[in-house]
Structure formats: structure tokens, C-alpha cells
């Protein structure tokens, strides 16, 4: 099949492309930072006979202040990534965000994540949006909790650590943005049913690593207390690892450089879901 991917360079999107690979896919991929902008999808559709679009390009991060960024390629580019598939008929997979649920969302960001599911659902009816929660594995996106933890010498947590957050691991959210490509729902879940704290996540971390913390009452500003689930929205049917599972590859990984081994599946069709 023949697939494209934006944001292919990205912490999801170059795993993605991997797999994809992998599985003997013909992947273009398009990302800003290697030359290739998602708002020039349309043109691709036009030239090239495309199979699946994976939309991962955009700004991330409630804590994000670029506004114009995020209006940007959140909202102006999502919209032409979603009305060119809508046009070529073309199967479209995207990621949201757990900060789309309305009881989650704390920022533009999570604004414009659910401003895309709604523009999504109303104009091209056979799109799939994402709703990623609390993604986490090697090589971790700058700014993540994960990342702090690898890379500085000393770390504020903030809350005491009492956040609540469902913890996914890379390679499940790998295999829900891939059975989505099969799927006729127009919002969906990935994300791992482990309820787990900040604290309880960072000492998971300290089992594989020494770790300097400083837990402090403050909220961070634009926080949310718990990144709670839609449980009225469906989540794709992935065996989810745990957090120490998930760790334990994360550092593994780090340790040996070899690739994570993940679980074969039969991509095309097994996962057709009813609406």
C-alpha cells in the first residue's frame, strides 16, 4: 500500500514510519523538517495514488504559548490535510489529543485538538481521529515528563506528583494509529487503562535510574489535576503495556540500542470496526 505520514520525523511519526515499513508499505513522508509541509497534501493526493494518510504534524504541548504556531498547523493546515483526503477519497487516520475531552481541555492546544474532531467529523465522514493519551518511550519528545527525567540533573514536580494520567507507550499507540487506518468511527481512543500518578511513574523511573526530584505543592499553569478518558468514546482493541513493561523497554532500549520487538497483527481488514 502506499501511505503518507506527516510529522515523519517527529517522536511518533518517524516510530510509525518504521513499522510501516516494516510491514512492506511504500511510505512517503512529510515533514517541516526535512522540506516537507502537510499543507502541500493536496498536491501529493493529485500525483501520487495514496492508500492511507497519517496526520501527526503539529504543534504539541498544553504548555505550548506559540499561538500563531498552533492556529497554524493545528487548525489551517488540519483543515486542508482534511478536506484534500475528503476530495481524493482517501482513507485519513489523525492524531488528537486526550486534552481534546472537553473536561481535559486547559489551552489552545487542547482547543484546537477538539476543534479538529469536530471539523473532521463534519467534513470528511471517513476520517479517523486519534485521541492519544500521555505518550512515553525512547527517545522522548523535548518538554515531556519523560524527557526531564532522562536528561536533567535535577527536576521539579510539580502537584507533589498527584497527577493523574494514563501512561502509553509508544509502540501500543503505533498499533492503534494502524488499526485505525481500518476503522469506521470517526473518534477513537488509544490509550493504555493503567490509572497511574506522576509519582508512581517517576518511581518507575528511579528502579533503572538514579533520579533528583523536588516535589512542590504549585499547579503548573495550564495543568489539568487528571487527563481523564472519554470512556463514551471507543478504544482500539491494543494489548496496552503497563508503565513498568513499558519502562523496562524504554531503558533496555537506552541500554542496548537494539529495537523493541512488537506484536504482529494482520493490518488489512482484521480490525474493521461496526459503527
Known amino acids: ?31 517541516k523538517r526535512t522540506g516537507g509541509d502537510a499543507i502541500h497534501l493536496k498536491a501529493l493526493l493529485a500525483e501520487h495514488e495514496i492508500d492511507v494518510v497519517y496526520h501527526l504534524a503539529a504543534e ?13 498547523e493545528n487548525i489551517e493546515v488540519l483543515i486542508e490535510v482534511v478536506t484534500a483526503c475528503n476530495e481524493y477519497g482517501v482513507k485519513l487516520v489523525w492524531a488528537s489529543s486526550s486534552t481534546a475531552n472537553p473536561g481535559n481541555t486547559t489551552s489552545m492546544y487542547g482547543m484546537s485538538k477538539h476543534f479538529g474532531e469536530q471539523f473532521s ?3 470528511n465522514p471517513t476520517a479517523t481521529a ?30 507533589e506528583g498527584r497527577n493523574v494520567r494514563h501512561f502509553t507507550y509508544i509502540d501500543d499507540i503505533v498499533d492503534a494509529l494502524i488499526m485505525a487506518s481500518t476503522c469506521n468511527k470517526p473518534l477513537v481512543n488509544a490509550v493504555n487503562p493503567e490509572l497511574s500518578t506522576v ?3 517517576c518511581e518507575e523511573v528511579a528502579k533503572h535510574m538514579h533520579l ?32 513498568a513493561a513499558g519502562l523496562a523497554d524504554v531503558f533496555r532500549t537506552l541500554k542496548t540500542g537494539e529495537p523493541i520487538s512488537h506484536q504482529q497483527f494482520n493490518w488489512l481488514g482484521q480490525y474493521q470496526l461496526q459503527a
Open 199 to 201: 509519582r508512581e511513574f
Open 1 to 31: 500500500m502506499n501511505v503518507v505520514v506527516t510529522g515523519s520525523a517527529g517522536f511518533i511519526g518517524s516510530r510509525l514510519c518504521a513499522r510501516l515499513r516494516a510491514m512492506g508499505h511504500h511510505v512517503i513522508g512529510l515533514d
Open 212 to 243: 533528583n526530584l523536588d516535589y512542590v505543592e504549585q499547579l503548573r499553569a495550564r495543568d489539568n489535576y487528571e487527563q481523564a478518558v472519554d470512556e463514551g468514546v471507543y478504544t482500539m482493541p491494543v494489548k496496552y503495556r503497563s508503565i
Open 60 to 72: 504539541t504541548s498544553v504548555f505550548n504559548t506559540r499561538l500563531k504556531d498552533i492556529l497554524r
Open 130 to 159: 486519534v485521541r492519544l493519551h500521555n505518550v512515553y518511550g525512547p527517545n522522548p519528545r523535548p518538554g515531556t515528563l519523560l524527557h526531564h527525567l532522562l536528561h536533567d540533573e535535577r527536576c521539579t514536580i510539580f502537584n
Open 121 to 123: 467529523m463534519a467534513y
